[in-house]
T-cell receptor, first 113, second 113 residues
């Protein structure tokens, strides 16, 4: 069955340090992978996606993610964290011609000054 | 341009009452999705509309839940005889053709007392 795992409930980072939010997936066939961010009392915002091509995908707000097929991972990264990056981050998957997004449980990112 | 809008933003109801949640998708988007986010949980798929095709209802948790999409635009999610476990944030998303990031609405927070 298709699934997305975000192994960390929360990630704590000091401002200015690099951050990584982990995501692994399970799918039969080629995955299409997404990251979304949810700020407090706000809707989900699209950050970036991997469909095909270059494994390193750049997105909004300085975030990037690397697709690693052998490790079935799509970790979200940023070289230098900001306090304003503190939010709930969701990794999501779809596949084939199937448009239903399958979400991970979410990881809360806390960036401390 | 205008994003996905949802109404009401908050709904408090008594157990056993029926509720209707509304979603106005981005103009021209053919696909519309409903998801549910329970407190501290990830996003749970409920239902998916694509153009004039029969909707994918595979995520609806019980027959108390139903949704319709009139004229290929506005959608209403109806929950009959609400239960306390229905309390959650109900999110709507829409997308055009292809795998662009889906635009999510701000959600309706439903509280069943």
């Amino acid at each position: 069955a298709q699934s997305v795992a975000q192994p960390e409930d929360q990630v704590n980072v000091a401002e200015g340090n690099p951050l990584t939010v982990k995501c692994t997936y399970s799918v039969s066939g080629n995955p299409y992978l997404f990251w979304y961010v949810q700020y407090p009392n706000r809707g989900l915002q699209f950050l970036l996606k991997y469909i095909t091509g270059d494994n390193l995908v750049k997105g909004s707000y300085g975030f990037e993610a690397e697709f690693n097929k052998s490790q079935t991972s799509f970790h979200l990264k940023k070289p230098s964290a900001l306090v304003s990056d503190s939010a709930l981050y969701f990794c999501a998957l779809t596949y084939g011609g199937y448009n239903k997004l399958i979400f991970g449980a979410g990881t809360r990112l806390a960036v401390h000054p | 341009g205008a994003g996905v809008s949802q109404s009401p933003s908050n709904k408090v109801t008594e157990k056993g009452k029926d509720v209707e949640l509304r979603c106005d998708p981005i103009s021209g988007h053919t696909a519309l999705y409903w998801y549910r986010q329970s407190l501290g949980q990830g996003l749970e798929f409920l239902i998916y509309f694509q153009g004039n095709s029969a909707p994918d209802k595979s995520g609806l948790p019980s027959d108390r839940f139903s949704a319709e999409r009139t004229g290929g635009s506005v959608s209403t999610l109806t929950i009959q005889r609400t239960q306390q476990e229905d309390s959650a944030v109900y999110l709507c998303a829409s997308s055009g053709r292809g795998l662009a990031g889906k635009g999510f609405g701000p959600g309706t927070r439903l509280t069943v007392l």
